[in-house]
């Protein structure tokens, strides 16, 4: 019976994980990096975008091609250059009538907007055109640029999430579980519960985006694998150690596997449900991507816990000592005073944090103090599309040469939708704007679809691109609606770009009235969306403070404890962000940080963070009770010290990884969350937390029962013993 039950739970996970395994193939099915999954869910550039299909017919996303010569380009070139539209054309995902070549002014490039269908492959489309841009002869040279290019450029950055990112997450981890064991077989056990979770949790979340229940996208795809992988093994090596010290006191491996159990399923318990707790605020975010994030990584964080307390334990409890060969736990009798006693670091460590506790803790305050002085140079405002990959971008390219020859704006306008009756107004504010290069309507008669539009003595006139004589177009009207297109002088993805769409709005309300015309377009989607992240990380930030906190008094059933444990991660934050943004300024020379990587380092660091120091203060506590609140701290920080310091180490290998993947915002949140784990494990949980709460004494348990009965004096392991009746009323 003792055997049936372990072996149960096995092929339960064997077959979860075996099912989940054969969808790592399938993702692109249900996931996309177009920018409608970025897009804030009440701005005005989002109720644009929902409306575009009313003017164009269809939903696309525009590619723009340009070519260029040695110099002006001759009549020979211009013909070869009004072949490529029909090439276009053939290619299937291709969308609407391509535009002819457009000449610029100086003679030196031609520029062709190739509608895209939003809904297809959109990388393999801007594949194909590129293929037939780079079969042009000798003389010419071409790009694929617009938001179908950065776009096919964020999703060639992300191909790597199944295959690499993972490989060399799981290889990092081994190679620390090799180092930490110094066993063949424990590792593997480790991390096929681990990816056994991720598997079931990938299977999970693959039918919710399936179903349209959330939204999965590459960003979010790879921090579900790393914290996945992360966490299961962070939860696996808090219940490896518990395994081994019920071994070591000679207990059978079916009387350890319940030991081991019921000392790691409360912290577990705990860390889990403090992550998931953190993780579902950001369902409080207007951003689609964000929202996602908080339900999708907590089914991760779910199925991780569950690896940790089922298929794990029925793994031990299967092959008992045998798992931890060549060095089997043996029994050892238990030392008088592990501290005073105890040889290694963490004996030493305990001993030097009882002789120097405040200096210590005020030590470690001012450096990390000092080091959070670094966050006022992070410039986490938000960066241009053409900076979010790392390394070659063909897309940042061709903007680069389009901006030369042409107006930066081109083929990224600024959509305005206004009503029927107000385009005289809302023309004359647009065309008299600075950083307005021209205004175009949407028409249905045009050959390209739009024709020119402005104002002369206060009527509209409308021309439309064409031979002499071509008929006047008329303007598409939707719902009492035009669609009115702005091409900007800048860059579409520049700030001052932005600025101008910002002023243009200002402008339109003050003339046509507050919220009579809608701007919306790809530099209007990112000044929202980077207004959006700076709202939602004001807002969510004190709220996972405030839901961490209830969560420790529950657990640690104090108020004095909680209070100190959120201060200290908060420091240990501002101290890792610190250094982040020195590293990313001056030795990475990042041109800048989106304003979510705050909100995403704040969440996992205090959430993973504090995990630490729950493994750390419910051990303190258990000690506590038996020996007296310093003496069980220092009894507590020998007993966590190697696992959690291992756990820091796995977890930290896991988010580096994330580096591996070119997108500047995955690079970011790697180092941050990197850093800041492996400060939370050797200085704040290893130091600062022990130091100050052993100079605090049982007063950091105020105000629970243990604070105002539990001994605090040291005892011998004899006297110290409480009965088990008293040990009752003071965990209550």
């Not at 306008?413 to 023309?427: F, H, Q, R, S």
Request: proline residues 6%.
């Amino acid at each position: 019976m003792r055997i049936g039950i372990p072996v149960v739970l096995i092929l339960v996970w064997l077959i979860g994980g075996s099912v989940g395994g054969m969808y790592f193939g399938k993702v692109e099915e249900v996931s996309t990096n177009d920018q409608s999954s970025f897009l804030p869910e009440s701005a005005d550039a989002t109720q644009v975008q929902e409306r575009l299909p009313d003017f164009a017919g269809s939903e696309s996303i525009p590619a723009v091609v340009v070519v260029t010569g040695d110099g002006e380009l001759t009549p020979d070139q211009l013909t070869i250059t009004t072949d490529l539209p029909i090439a276009f054309a053939e290619i299937e995902g291709v969308s609407g009538d391509v535009s002819p070549p457009i000449p610029s002014e100086d003679g030196e490039a031609v520029q062709l907007f190739v509608p895209i269908d939003a809904d297809g492959e959109i990388r393999d489309v801007v594949a194909e055109l590129r293929s037939i841009v780079a079969e042009l002869p000798d003389g010419l040279e071409g790009w694929v640029t617009g938001p179908a290019g950065f776009t096919a450029d964020l999703s060639e950055g992300f191909l790597g999430i199944d295959g690499l990112l993972l490989l060399v997450a799981l290889g990092a981890v081994f190679v620390i579980l090799i180092i930490v064991y110094r066993s063949p077989l424990l590792p593997i056990l480790v991390l096929a519960s681990s990816l056994f979770a991720l598997c079931v949790a990938l299977l999970t979340v693959w039918w919710l985006a399936y179903a349209g229940i959330v939204v999965l996208n590459g960003q979010v795809q790879g921090i579900l694998f790393i914290l996945v992988i992360g966490a299961a093994t962070d939860y696996a090596l808090l219940y490896v150690a518990r395994f081994r010290e019920a071994l070591s006191h000679g207990e059978a491996r079916w009387r350890a596997t319940l030991s081991a159990a019921r000392g790691s399923f409360e912290p577990i318990l705990a860390s889990g449900g403090t992550v998931i707790a953190g993780l579902l605020c950001l369902l409080l975010s207007d951003l689609a991507t964000n929202r996602a994030l908080g339900p999708i990584a907590s089914i991760g964080i779910v199925f991780a816990m569950l690896a940790a307390l089922t298929f794990l334990p029925a793994l031990l409890a299967v092959f008992g000592r045998v798992a931890f060969w060549p060095f089997v736990p043996k029994r050892q009798a238990a030392a008088s005073d592990p501290v005073r006693d105890g040889r290694g670091v963490w004996p030493a460590t305990a001993r030097l944090v009882a002789r120097r506790a405040r200096p210590i803790w005020i030590i470690c305050t001012v450096v990390l103090l000092g080091a959070s002085v670094g966050m006022l140079q992070l410039k986490a405002d938000g960066v241009s599309s053409s900076d979010l990959v790392l390394g070659a971008s063909q897309a940042r390219d061709g903007q680069a040469v389009l901006a030369e020859h042409f107006p930066g704006g081109s083929g990224s306008p600024a959509y305005v939708i206004v009503p029927e009756g107000e385009i005289a107004a809302a023309t004359t504010v647009l065309a008299d704007a600075d950083g307005v290069d021209g205004v175009a309507v949407a028409a249905e008669d045009s050959p390209t679809g739009q024709a020119s539009v402005s104002v002369v003595d206060g009527d509209v006139v409308f021309e439309a691109a064409g031979p002499p004589g071509t008929p006047a177009p008329e303007p598409m009207v939707s719902e009492g609606d035009v669609l009115l297109q702005v091409t900007l002088a800048d860059p579409a993805d520049s700030a001052a770009a932005e600025e101008t769409v910002a002023q243009l709005r200002a402008d339109l309300d003050a003339e046509l009235g507050s919220g009579t015309a809608l701007v919306g377009g790809v530099t209007a989607v990112a000044l929202d969306t980077n207004a959006t992240s700076i709202r939602d990380r004001t807002l969510i930030i004190p709220i996972v403070l405030i839901v961490i906190l209830a969560i420790l008094m529950l657990l640690l059933r104090s108020v004095l404890a909680p209070v100190l444990l959120i201060a200290t991660v908060i420091v240990s934050f501002g101290a890792a962000l610190g250094i982040s943004a020195l590293v990313f300024n001056h030795l990475f020379g990042f041109p800048g940080a989106d304003p979510a990587v705050p909100l995403y380092g704040f969440v996992f660091l205090v959430a993973l963070g504090i995990d630490y120091n729950i493994f750390l203060m419910t051990r303190v506590r258990e000690e506590s009770l038996r020996h007296g609140t310093r003496q069980g701290i220092l009894r507590g920080l020998v007993a966590t010290g190697g696992v959690i310091t291992s756990a820091g180490l796995v977890l930290a290998a896991t988010f580096a990884a994330l580096g591996v993947i070119p997108i500047l915002f995955l690079a970011q949140i790697a180092f941050i969350v990197a850093f800041g784990v492996l400060l939370d494990t050797f200085v704040v949980r290893s130091l600062l937390v022990p130091a100050l709460s052993h100079d605090i004494g049982r007063a950091i348990w105020w105000p629970s029962r243990l604070w105002r009965a539990g001994p605090d004096a040291p005892h011998t392991a004899a006297a110290g013993q409480t009965d088990a009746a008293t040990r009752r009323t003071l965990e209550t």
